[in-house]
């Protein structure tokens, strides 16, 4: 059984940073895609960033020069680091990974809160 744990979120200023980690565990043959998403209250889920196996990496345009995604293939992990933080930040962000294991299929972690208030 594959799982993503997620760790990182909690509540910063604006301006401020945080690093969100995700880990990948179990019967895990190969991870594509890995990636970061968040979800506002009363909004839909949004695509924050997301890293290839191979390193190339796509971002939000809200997010581009301040978020940094990036991934350790020999740890199954990937993290987010987040600079200057805006209060729109705010949301609960989850991790997504597309892995093959007994097929090839999309895993979310749990998701973790990430809060930007003074």
Not at 28 to 45: C, E, L, T, V
Not at 83 to 93: G, I, K, W
Request: glycine share 12%; hydrophobic share 30%; proline share 3%.
């Amino acid at each position: 059984q594959v799982q993503l744990v997620e760790s990182g979120g909690g509540l910063v200023q604006p301006g401020g940073s945080l690093r969100l980690s995700c880990a990948a565990s179990g019967s895990i043959f190969d991870i594509r895609n890995m990636g970061w998403y968040r979800q506002a209250p009363g909004k839909q889920r949004e695509l924050v960033a997301d890293i290839t196996k191979g390193g190339t990496t796509n971002y939000k345009d809200s997010v581009k020069g301040r978020f940094t995604v990036s991934r350790d293939n020999a740890k199954n992990t990937v993290s987010l680091q987040m600079n200057s933080l805006r209060p729109e930040d705010t949301a609960v962000y989850y991790c997504k990974a597309l892995i093959r294991d007994s097929g090839l299929r999309s895993y979310w972690g749990q998701g973790t809160q990430v809060t930007v208030s003074s």
